[in-house]
């Protein structure tokens, strides 16, 4: 899908009065060859890759590329895993020579001036470098207002080229979606969350005339009819939310949206409900976590299972939202009793959609510190690290054996003849029904659960 936090960069550096490239191999389909002659022919002062956690192995094969390809560009890595671990992203990716803390969209800039100028970083706050065979950190900056952000260099990650992209949500309204991000920050304390460490804890709003302009200026160049709020903090304001409905309302925007990263049911309300659907929202995704009230609590997610079954009665009854549920199987301390809770009780609630999410220890969160504290034999295998990758199981539990409860959870659920039946009678297109195929192939029928089935580069015949 489009990247807005590097589109975000691309117009920082671009307002600097930089020129940027801006390269996705996925979208373009490069092989590892095209990838190193673009960058050989440009001559990069700086290349800016950003690495998640679960994708560590695919960052160092394109951070290696770069500096096969350009030994005397900067390479500075950013996203969530540099922020988790400044210092252990540039201990694990060799080829990168600095690694930036939370947001980027100055330090950047800032970066760029210290390698044109020839100086260095020591200088520029919330970044660590290598110098002397030594990785240094520098102090972190204080979090920035966002209404000073540009809008996103949407020239550079054009819709239209990614019709075909996969976010968190499987359905779609409209012909053409896109992503907007709102905000930043979360001031809750889930143990497993790591979104305060990368955006602080206080939550920070674009302004709605902003973030309006955005989505029109979406409709009317790229022919956008949907977009997914990328925030799971959209409904704590409430003021914010009305104004931003009652905008779209007001200036009659004809724009399909949805709220697929998540939002939080003990913020919602009927009123709210209402002016979301009336403005053209039509699903969300809620963050349930556990069927265990005592794994609830260890998560301190600050929900119970009635109030899960309260809200998402009120969602169901209130609007015709399509509603999906996060759960996550295999959480420290966890039984076989309480993953059977929460697969009965995800197919006990009213949702159209479930994942169910493998538990992953993110360096940095208050889960990832108890384990070190209370099952120090657990070493997170960054590497081999993926999104869907079952490499931890709760300790009396074989992690051989995780696999076969996301495959029965999947199952549980999705098998249903009323599920199956609405999920066929959803599907519009080709496309929907290859991702539901693709789904079902990774999620329900795959052996292993260990490994992802992504790539970096294209193929030689694509």
């Not at 960054?382 to 300790?395: D, F, M």
Request: aromatic share 10%; with cysteine.
């Amino acid at each position: 899908m489009p990247d807005l936090g590097i589109g975000f960069l691309a117009s920082a550096m671009r307002n600097a009065g930089y020129d940027v490239d801006f390269i996705d191999v996925r979208r373009d389909g490069l092989s590892r060859e095209a990838f190193i002659g673009r960058v050989k022919s440009q001559k990069y002062l700086l290349a800016g890759v950003k690495v998640f956690s679960t994708a560590l192995a695919e960052a160092n094969e394109v951070l290696h590329a770069i500096r096969q390809a350009a030994p005397e560009t900067k390479i500075v890595i950013g996203g969530p895993h540099p922020t988790h671990t400044p210092e252990g992203a540039l201990l694990s990716c060799p080829d990168a020579d600095i690694s930036v803390v939370g947001e980027g969209d100055v330090v950047i800039v800032e970066l760029a001036r210290c390698f044109e100028n020839g100086l260095s970083p020591a200088s520029v706050e919330s970044v660590a470098y290598r110098e002397n065979g030594e990785i240094k950190l520098t102090r972190r900056r204080t979090f920035l207002e966002l209404d000073a952000l540009p809008t996103p260099a949407w020239d550079l990650m054009d819709p239209r080229l990614y019709q075909n992209f996969e976010d968190l949500w499987f359905f779609s309204k409209g012909k053409l979606k896109a992503p907007i991000t709102i905000g930043r920050g979360c001031p809750f304390k889930c143990t497993f969350c790591s979104d305060f460490i990368v955006s602080g804890k206080n939550v920070r709003y674009r302004k709605v005339e902003s973030v309006i302009s955005e989505i029109e200026m979406l409709i009317a160049q790229y022919g956008v009819d949907e977009v997914h709020l990328t925030d799971s903090i959209f409904t704590i304001n409430k003021k914010y939310v009305y104004e931003f409905t009652n905008s779209i309302v007001r200036k009659n925007i004809k724009i399909h949206w949805a709220t697929p990263y998540g939002t939080r049911l003990d913020t919602l309300d009927a009123d709210l409900l209402m002016a979301m659907e009336e403005a053209g929202c039509y699903g969300t995704s809620v963050g349930i976590e556990s069927g265990s009230e005592e794994i609830m609590k260890f998560i301190k997610k600050q929900i119970t299972p009635q109030l899960v079954e309260e809200k998402l009665a009120l969602i169901k009854s209130t609007t015709r939202f399509l509603v999906q549920g996060f759960f996550i199987l295999g959480y420290p301390t966890e039984t076989r009793e309480t993953m059977q809770a929460t697969i009965d009780f995800a197919c006990r609630l009213p949702l159209d959609m479930a994942v169910f999410a493998p538990f992953r220890a993110t360096p940095g969160t208050e889960i990832a510190q108890y384990l070190e504290q209370n099952e120090p034999e657990f070493k997170p295998d960054w590497i081999n690290q993926t999104v869907e990758s079952l490499l931890y199981a709760p300790r009396g539990i074989p992690v051989a054996e995780m696999p076969q409860w996301h495959r029965k959870a999947y199952r549980a659920f999705y098998f249903r003849p009323s599920i199956a039946l609405r999920f066929l009678r959803m599907i519009r297109g080709g496309r929907e029904l290859s991702l539901l195929a693709r789904k079902f192939k990774y999620r329900i029928f795959r052996k292993t659960g260990t490994t992802s089935d992504s790539t970096v580069w294209a193929s030689p015949e694509n």
